[in-house]
């Protein structure tokens, strides 16, 4: 029983590795997950947790873009402009960095 439990376990984690690559290959805005994980843990993760949608400085980003106010034209603008104790990310990040970012933002 245990063992079935975590043999479909690995089973949807490879899926979802598999959509991921997917994703990654040729997503519309064709942002690099792995170096997005990067330049958030860099800029984004002292106030942010990835893993949960606690509240940290700002609010937990697991599960962000299944949000519906939360479009990726919104995520992008809230890391562009900043607001209510976020910093501005327009000058500090370059643009691959916000592309990167926002694909590593999708798959929390
Ligand atoms: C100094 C702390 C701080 C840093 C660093 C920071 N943020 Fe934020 N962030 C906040 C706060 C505070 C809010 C809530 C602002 C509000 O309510 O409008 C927020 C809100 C957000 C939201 C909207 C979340 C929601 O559910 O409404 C997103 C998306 C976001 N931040 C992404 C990022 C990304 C990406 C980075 C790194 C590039 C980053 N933040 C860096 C403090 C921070």
Known sequence: MRKTTS?????????????????TKKGASGGDVAK??????QNCAVCHNADSAEVKMGPGLKGI?????????SIKTKIDVGGN???????ILTDPEKTNVLAYLKTL
């Open 65 to 73: 873009s299944k949000k519906p106010k939360m479009t990726e034209a």
């Open 7 to 23: 043999f479909m376990i690995v089973g949807v984690l490879a899926l979802a590795g598999a959509s991921l690559y997917g994703q």
């Open 85 to 91: 104790g976020m910093p501005s990310y327009k000058d």
């Open 36 to 41: 997005g994980k990067g330049v958030f843990d």
